[in-house]
């Protein structure tokens, strides 16, 4: 009989993660969604110029007080960041658990995006900027990441509902591949309506933060 040695390492690597560990890194995915859209919200209501209706949250970055929404970018991607690393290690195994965290820390690094390269001004804000938004290299690049960031997420979503159907819950799985849709269509429709726009990115946001929740909630199959 032969006997196949493993290194310590492998071991390691293999062996199952702590359920609670794994729980706790994935709260970062729980916080970042509610933390981020309060903070925006906050500062929507105190900065002079800014209009829910005519500017997007991202623009509070902008102006004297704008540092405060580029922390909150990092701090979002941060904490979206440790919510993939918790949800990898939660659906180790498991349908989508490879991908569906993959696609989430894509979505992570897009906030850090918006951080390094700001959005343009426009519509007025901040106070004493024109109405026409003149696109500018790093508006471009803030666009794209977003772009990226939010197909990363309803591509995440359709994927995170593979687990949620292998657990048995199956209303989840049908409203997380829904959610995507309703993102979608705010995206499409933010040409005409910068609001439909931030309902629909924010829908996202705290449907991904319920769906980590649900998914590092359910018991351990292994």
């Known amino acids: 009989m032969t006997h196949t040695l493993t290194a310590p390492h492998d071991i390691v690597s293999s062996a199952p993660a702590p359920r609670p560990a794994a729980r706790w890194t994935a709260s970062g995915g729980m916080v970042a969604g509610p933390l981020f859209l309060a903070a925006g919200l906050a500062q929507g209501v105190v900065r002079d110029g800014f209009d829910f209706t005519r500017n997007a949250i ?15 970018f990092v701090l979002a991607g941060a904490l979206l960041l ?16 490879t991908w569906g965290p ?3 820390g894509v979505f992570a690094v897009s906030f850090w995006v918006a ?10 804000f901040p106070v004493g900027a024109p109405e026409a938004t003149v696109m500018s ?3 471009a690049v803030h666009m794209f990441g977003g772009m990226v960031g939010y197909l990363a997420l309803c591509a995440a979503l359709v994927v995170l ?3 949620l159907a292998a657990g048995g819950m199956q209303g989840w799985a049908v409203a997380t591949r829904l959610v995507p849709v309703v993102v979608l269509a705010g995206f499409m429709a933010s040409a ?7 309902v629909g990115a924010g829908l996202g946001l705290l449907w991904l933060t319920a769906v980590t929740a649900r998914l590092a909630g359910a018991p351990a199959n292994r």
Do not use: K, M, Y
């Open 82 to 97: 440790a919510g993939a690393a918790g949800l990898r290690r939660v659906l180790c195994g498991t349908p989508g658990g």
């Open 137 to 139: 290299g790093h508006g």
């Open 161 to 163: 509902a593979r687990p």
């Open 115 to 124: 951080a390094a390269f700001p959005a343009d001004a426009g519509a007025g």
């Open 58 to 72: 991202s623009q509070l970055a902008l102006g004297e007080a704008g540092w405060i929404q580029t922390v909150n």
């Open 102 to 104: 993959v696609l989430v």
């Open 192 to 198: 005409a309506s910068v609001l439909a726009f931030t």
